[in-house]
């Protein structure tokens, strides 16, 4: 387990804890009421296992930082982050991959019985979003943050709120239909013509495969033949000029700006980020400027001029840390609206 401890202090404070769950880590952070993460530990997956296992050292570690800050803080609320389909009614996990033992259990009650304080469960990836829009200080606005990998996910904050639909699947932008043809791509889920069938990394890999081999006399660079390629080295033939990358690059942002704009006209965020792994180098490369230009366009070009020109496309910016502070940020809005409870019921 690894380890980052707060400086001792004098003065009491309402902390929180936020628990992302991984199926190779467990991350757990204590965060105060302004959004700093005070302190933050990670321990493998495995080991722990079940919920309880992993709620038992997620309290156990808060209350090792709490008495490291003099005892005098208040842990005011838990809050737990977990991949997959969440229930949003039952808050128990209807699918999920690497976490055995975690189907269809009680989450927010077995969490709520270890903590002892005000608790709530999260999709990851609308933790995630949650930590970008408070960091962008949104306060009632909408946000959306869309991860961009082998699949593709996107959180979704709406109202402030984290949004995670009546059936646990609201934001899988990776499967909306952008291709609606007989020669539509087959996509992981079982269905044809999705986002991530075309702009997921094995579907940009394969992309690329079949434009060097439809293209006359092209030869497909060093360093591109390997099976295990990745989107940062094509952004980094791109950038070197090669045509054929930057063509595959361009359609790939053109597909997610499609899918985005979908999205932007149902919901009409203030904000849309672009996260994950395969951002073509992301703000710090011209490629990655290249590809969200390009997104940006798209956005605009397929959507009512009052979302479109409205809307604020960007790079996501927190990071490892996001899932940590949107499961202890979605902690601070439980323990807010079960102070507004008791106020409420005690007058």
């Excluded at 936020?18 to 990670?42: E, H, M, P, R, Y």
């Excluded at 099976?227 to 053109?254: K, M, N, Q």
């Excluded at 009409?268 to 011209?286: I, N």
Aim: proline share 5%; hydrophobic share 45%.
């Amino acid at each position: 387990m690894t380890h980052r401890h707060p400086p001792t202090s004098n003065a009491t404070a309402r902390l929180h804890l936020g628990i992302d769950v991984g199926g190779t880590n467990v991350k757990l952070g204590l965060v105060d009421d302004a959004g700093q993460i005070l302190a933050q530990t990670s321990t493998p997956t495995r080991p722990l296992g079940t919920p309880e296992a992993v709620f038992a050292c997620a309290m156990q570690f808060a209350g090792e930082q709490l008495r490291l800050r003099g005892g005098s803080d208040e842990l005011a609320g838990v809050g737990l982050a977990v991949p997959g389909v969440l229930d949003t009614t039952a808050m128990a996990l209807r699918e999920v991959v690497n976490l055995p033992g975690w189907l269809d259990q009680p989450l927010l009650e077995l969490l709520s019985e270890a903590a002892g304080v005000p608790a709530m469960v999260v999709n990851d990836a609308n933790a995630a979003a949650l930590a970008e829009h408070a960091r962008r200080g949104l306060g009632p606005h909408s946000l959306a943050l869309v991860t961009l990998g082998t699949g593709i996910g996107c959180g979704l904050v709406v109202g402030g709120y984290p949004h995670g639909g009546d059936h646990g699947c609201a934001g899988e932008l990776g499967h909306i239909a952008v291709r609606f043809d007989d020669q539509a791509l087959p996509c992981t889920c079982g269905s044809r013509g999705h986002l991530e069938a075309y702009a997921g990394s094995g579907g940009v890999v394969a992309r690329l495969r079949s434009a060097f081999e439809s293209t006359a006399d092209a030869e497909i660079p060093q360093g591109l033949a390997a099976d295990s390629v990745t989107p940062r080295e094509i952004a980094a033939h791109a950038a070197d000029g090669d045509a054929i990358c930057l063509g595959v690059i361009d359609e790939t942002a053109h597909f997610v700006g499609a899918a985005i704009g979908m999205l932007a006209q149902v919901v009409d965020p203030a904000v849309v980020l672009l996260g994950g792994a395969m951002t073509f180098g992301g703000p710090d490369s011209v490629t990655g400027i290249r590809f969200i230009e390009h997104i940006r366009k798209t956005v605009r070009d397929t959507t009512l001029e009052q979302v479109g020109q409205n809307l604020i496309v960007d790079f996501a910016s927190l990071g490892n840390d996001a899932g940590i502070l949107g499961a202890a940020l979605v902690a601070r809005q439980a323990a807010a609206d079960a102070s507004i409870h008791i106020a409420t019921h005690s007058d």
